[in-house]
């Protein structure tokens, strides 16, 4: 499915790490407000697709569309200065330098049309944040670095954002304030596509859903699609 509106139009979209292709001519599509899931076992190729997005594989082939702009030649920090964000599955903070100090890595100037994050903002919308400025980030939870991932990446004022398994390992407690988060992001205008093994989590938050298996999609469709085709949630998604 692609949308005249969209932010982020993929396009047979092929990647490779040295010789071995992981991704064969994926496409997809993310509009603005629109959580959409890329759903996937481990291994079906979902972080090499954000990877490819951002520029991080050996070789990519294939049309990437951001801001209506093409982006499949573009050097990884010219894609993040369009307002490409991207949140990885590791995290990735600097544990040494605190809450506020990873903040202000993330930070980039205001764009047109875009919410304009700020550390209050961003303490509003995560207020375990709001608790620990001062705190080292790697004195934190899981759950806390993945608050403070999103939201140094927030503050580079995206209008789009990839998140890579935003619930991997979390306390339910916390997936559920992650979800929050995700839903009051969306309702800012902000487009994010979401890569994700949980359905239950993916079902909260999603517009639409595609699935990848073995580098391929398989399927697309709105979440209440997905929810009423239980051959493709069990051929792709059952463990």
Known sequence: ??????????ARLNAFYGPIQILF?????????????????????????????MGLVDRRE???RFEDAEISRQPTYEIARRGLGYVPEDRRVFGELTVEENLEVGRQPARDGVTTWTPERLYALFPNLAEMRRRPGGQMSGGEQQMLTISRTLMGNPSLVLLDEPSE???????EQMADAILAMKREGLGILLSEQNLHFARLISDRA?????????????????????????????V
Do not use: C, H, W
Not at 1 to 10: P, Q
Not at 218 to 223: A, K
């Open 169 to 175: 390992g979390l306390a339910p407690k916390i997936i």
């Open 62 to 64: 294939g049309e990437i």
């Open 1 to 10: 499915m692609t949308s005249a509106a969209a932010k982020l139009d993929v």
């Open 25 to 53: 001519d994926v496409g997809f599509s993310v509009g603005r407000g629109e959580v959409v899931a890329l759903l996937g076992r481990n291994g079906a190729g979902k972080s090499t697709t954000f990877k490819s997005l």
């Open 210 to 238: 595609y699935i990848l298996e073995k580098g391929r999609i398989r399927f697309s469709g709105t979440i209440a699609e997905l929810e009423a085709n239980t051959a493709v949630r069990d051929q792709y998604l059952a």
